[in-house]
Nanobody, 117 residues
Framework: QVQLVESGGGLVQPGGSLRLSCVVS????????MGWYRQAPGQQRELVAT???????NYREFVKGRFTISRDNAKSTVYLQMNSLEPEDTAVYYC???????????WGQGTQVTVSS
């Protein structure tokens, strides 16, 4: 069973940066497109960015130009570099492999990102 382990969250001031990591267990990581999601308190989980297995990335409009998704297939890891953070980015961030409107794997524990002065 594939496990997802997210890390790298924390408390940061507006305008600051964080780099999130997600390690995916198993040996088929390179086969999957991956995505970063987030869930703010009282809100539904939403997709933030995706990266295909060939490295092509796509972003939701509200993070374009600020966030960068990348992957290292040798390390079975997907990253999310977040710059120019805003209070509205406060959420628990998760990774998963998107499939249609859902996702393939069971969710990990996520990593909390809090943007506040």
């Amino acid at each position: 069973q594939v496990q997802l382990v997210e890390s790298g969250g924390g408390l940061v001031q507006p305008g600051g940066s964080l780099r999130l990591s997600c390690v995916v267990s198993g040996n088929k990581f390179s086969m999957y497109g991956m995505g970063w999601y987030r869930q703010a308190p009282g809100q539904q989980r939403e997709l933030v960015a995706t990266i295909a297995n060939d490295g092509v990335a796509n972003y939701r409009e509200f993070v374009k130009g600020r966030f960068t998704i990348s992957r290292d297939n040798a390390k079975s890891t997907v990253y999310l570099q977040m710059n120019s953070l805003e209070p509205e980015d406060t959420a628990v961030y998760y990774c998963n492999a998107p499939r249609g409107l859902g996702s393939i794997f069971s969710w990990g524990q996520g990593t909390q990102v809090t943007v506040s002065s």
